[in-house]
């Protein structure tokens, strides 16, 4: 099994936005409640890109599975060296190291671009992501109750943290 990382290029835009209903519709992962558009997900991607933030995919076999970033975390000057990430994997292959090679991947490039903390922010039904950062060090920092509403019910947002050496 061969898993590649490589930056983002526009063709990956559809499996991207593909990933990303998948999980609008089917999970809390995401708290939108509307599809997007293809437009909209390649103007947030551009953006990433345009602050110098990077966006990768993961190929397995030479198809894009998988891809990661991050961004400002917030955005008052002081938290220039915070940054948000987030890792999304097709929901047909999960489980086969794919996001672990892009979260490394993330924290390599977050160290080189001189970060000094990585936050995810996961919604605590999602037990599978909590688990998942856990794996890398990510400790449980802080869980905003009641902050999301989807699927008609209360959801919480755990903010799960990573100090960079
Ligand atoms: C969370 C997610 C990115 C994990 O990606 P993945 O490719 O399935 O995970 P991997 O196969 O790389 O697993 C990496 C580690 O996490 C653990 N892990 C992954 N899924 C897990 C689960 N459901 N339960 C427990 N541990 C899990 C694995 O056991 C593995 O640990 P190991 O290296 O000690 O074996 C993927 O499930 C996903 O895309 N979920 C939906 C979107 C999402 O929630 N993204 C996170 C928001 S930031």
Do not use: C
């Not at 590649?4 to 559809?14: G, L, S, V």
């Not at 672990?100 to 995810?120: D, N």
Request: net charge negative; hydrophobic share 40%; charged share 25%.
């Amino acid at each position: 099994m061969k898993i590649d990382i490589r930056p983002y290029k526009t063709e990956d835009t559809q499996i991207i936005l593909d990933i990303i209903n998948y999980n609008i519709v089917h999970s809390t992962a995401l708290y939108d409640y509307t599809i997007r558009s293809y437009e909209q997900q390649k103007n947030i991607l551009d953006e990433k890109i345009a602050k110098q933030f990077p966006v990768i995919v993961a190929e397995l076999e030479g198809k894009v599975v998988g891809f990661g970033m991050y961004s400002e975390f917030r955005f008052r000057e002081a938290y220039k060296y915070t940054v948000e990430h987030s890792v999304y994997v097709d929901q047909n292959a999960h489980g086969k190291g794919i996001g672990k090679i892009l979260l490394q991947e993330l924290i390599i490039l977050a160290k080189a671009q001189g970060l000094h903390t990585m936050i995810g922010v996961i919604d605590a039904e999602n037990k599978s992501s909590i688990d998942f950062h856990e794996k890398f060090g990510f400790k449980t920092v802080g869980i905003i109750k009641e902050s999301g509403y989807k699927f008609d019910r209360w959801l919480d947002s755990v903010f799960m943290q990573l100090i960079l050496e």
